[in-house]
C-alpha cells in the first residue's frame, strides 16, 4: 500500500505539474481561428495572441507572491484550491463571447497556475531529497515536454470542431483536485526539519538564489525557442507540410524527453554541466540558423532539444538544492517566475533579433552566440569540487 500511494502521489505532482504546459500550447494551433472570430473587435491583432501568452506573464509576475503565500498558509490546501480555480478560470471561454473578458479568464487561469506549478514542484522537494529528490525533477521537465506535444497534437484535433472546443480540456482540474485532496499528505515543518544536515547541503544564500533566477530567466528563452518557432523554420526552407511539421516537432519532444532521462542517471553537482549544456544548446541554435537543407535544420533541433532536455531540471536542481524547508515556497516561486518569464520574452526577443539580422533563422543563430557567451561565462562552476550526493528518501 504505501509504494501504491508512493506511486499515485508522484502521478498527481506531474499531472499537475503538466497544467501550465496545457495552457501554453493547447490554444497555439488555433490562434487563426480566434483571430477570425474577433478580428473586427478594435485592438484584436494585440488582444487575441494575448489569449496564449498572457497565462504565462501572470506566472512570471505572481510565483514569487505565490511561493511566500504557500511557506505561510501550507501547500496542500493551496494546490487542492488553485487546481479547482484552474478548471473555472481555465474554461470560462466556453461561454464568454467577449473578447476582453476572455482575456482577464486568461489572466486569472495564470494566477491559478502560478499556485499550482509553484505547489507542485515545492511538494517534490518536500517528499524527497538527494538524488531521489533530482530524479523526480527531471521527470517533472520529461512530463512537460512529453505533455506539450500531446497537447499541441490534442489542441488541433479539438479545435477544428470549433475555436472554443479546446477549452474543455481544462475541467481535467476538477478531476485531480480531490484526488490530490485525498491522496498528497500533508507535510508538517517538523517532518521536514532534518532534510537539509542529511543532504549535506547548506541553505542558500538570497544572492545565490537571484544570480539562478536572473540565469533562469535566459534559460526559459532558450528552453521555449525551439518549440515555438519549428514551424516557421521549417517554412523558411519552403515546406509548408504540416506533417513534416509534425515530424520535427517529435524529433524535438523526443530530444528533450532523451536530455531528461541522461540527467536523472547522472551524479554531481548540476550547477558543473551548465557550461557544457549551454554549450549544446548553442551549437544547435548556430547549426539552425545556417540552415539551408532539412537535414542540418533536423540536426540543429536535436542538438538544440537534447541540451534543453538537459537544462530545465539543472537549473532546477540547482535552485531547490538549497532551499530549506521554511523558505522552500518562495525560492520555488522565485525561481519558477523567472523561468516563465523567459517563456514571456522569448517571442520578443526574437523579434528584436529578427529585425537586425534580417530574418528569423539568422536570429536564432545570434541567440547561439549568445548561449555560448553564457557557456563562457559559467565555466568558473566547473571548478567547484563534486561532493558526494545522498541517495535521498524515498
Known amino acids: 500500500m504505501p509504494e501504491t500511494r508512493g506511486g499515485l502521489r508522484v502521478a498527481l505532482l506531474m499531472a499537475g505539474s503538466s497544467l501550465p504546459v496545457l495552457a501554453a500550447v493547447l490554444l497555439a494551433p488555433g490562434l487563426p481561428d480566434l483571430q477570425d472570430r474577433f478580428g473586427t473587435v478594435p485592438g484584436a491583432g494585440t488582444l487575441v495572441p494575448l489569449i496564449l501568452t498572457v497565462p504565462a506573464l501572470a506566472v512570471a509576475l505572481l510565483a514569487p507572491l505565490a511561493g511566500v503565500v504557500i511557506d505561510r498558509l501550507g501547500r496542500k490546501p493551496l494546490l487542492v484550491v488553485a487546481t479547482v480555480l484552474y478548471a473555472v478560470f481555465g474554461t470560462a471561454p466556453l461561454w464568454l463571447d467577449s473578447l476582453r473578458a476572455i482575456v482577464i479568464s486568461r489572466a486569472l487561469l495564470g494566477v491559478a497556475e502560478a499556485v499550482v506549478i509553484t505547489c507542485c514542484t515545492t511538494l517534490i522537494g518536500d517528499y524527497w531529497t538527494g538524488r531521489v529528490r533530482d530524479r523526480y525533477l527531471a521527470l517533472q521537465a520529461v512530463c512537460a515536454t512529453v505533455s506539450a506535444t500531446a497537447f499541441f497534437v490534442l489542441g488541433g484535433t479539438m479545435g477544428a470542431s470549433g475555436w472554443r472546443s479546446p477549452f474543455q480540456l481544462y475541467a481535467v482540474g476538477l478531476l485531480l483536485a480531490p484526488a490530490m485532496a485525498v491522496f498528497l499528505p500533508a507535510r508538517r515543518p517538523g517532518a521536514a526539519a532534518d532534510e537539509e544536515p542529511a543532504a549535506g547541503r547548506r541553505p542558500s544564500s538570497t544572492g545565490r538564489l537571484l544570480g539562478i533566477s536572473v540565469l533562469s530567466v535566459f534559460g526559459g528563452l532558450v528552453f521555449y525557442t525551439v518549440p515555438a518557432e519549428t514551424a516557421y523554420l521549417v517554412n523558411g526552407l519552403g515546406v509548408q507540410s504540416s506533417g513534416i511539421i509534425g515530424l520535427v516537432t517529435a524529433i524535438a519532444s523526443a530530444a528533450s524527453v532523451t536530455g531528461s532521462v541522461i540527467f536523472a542517471s547522472m551524479v554531481g553537482r548540476p550547477e558543473r554541466r551548465l557550461p557544457v549544456i549551454f554549450l549544446l544548446c548553442g551549437a544547435g541554435f548556430v ?22 532536455g538537459l537544462l530545465l531540471p539543472s537549473l532546477l536542481t540547482w535552485a531547490m538544492s538549497g532551499l530549506e524547508y521554511r523558505n ?67
Open 328 to 394: 522552500r515556497g518562495r525560492g520555488t516561486g522565485l525561481w519558477t517566475a523567472s523561468f516563465f518569464l523567459g517563456q514571456f520574452l522569448g517571442p520578443l526577443v526574437l523579434t528584436f533579433l529578427e529585425s537586425r539580422t534580417g530574418g528569423l533563422a539568422a536570429a536564432v543563430g545570434s541567440l547561439g552566440l549568445a548561449s555560448a557567451a553564457v557557456a563562457v561565462m559559467l565555466l568558473p562552476l566547473l571548478r567547484r569540487p563534486r561532493p558526494a550526493q545522498q541517495p535521498g528518501r524515498p
Open 287 to 308: 547549426a539552425i540558423g545556417l540552415a539551408h537543407d532539412f537535414a542540418v535544420l533536423i540536426l540543429g533541433t536535436f542538438l538544440n532539444c537534447l541540451g534543453t
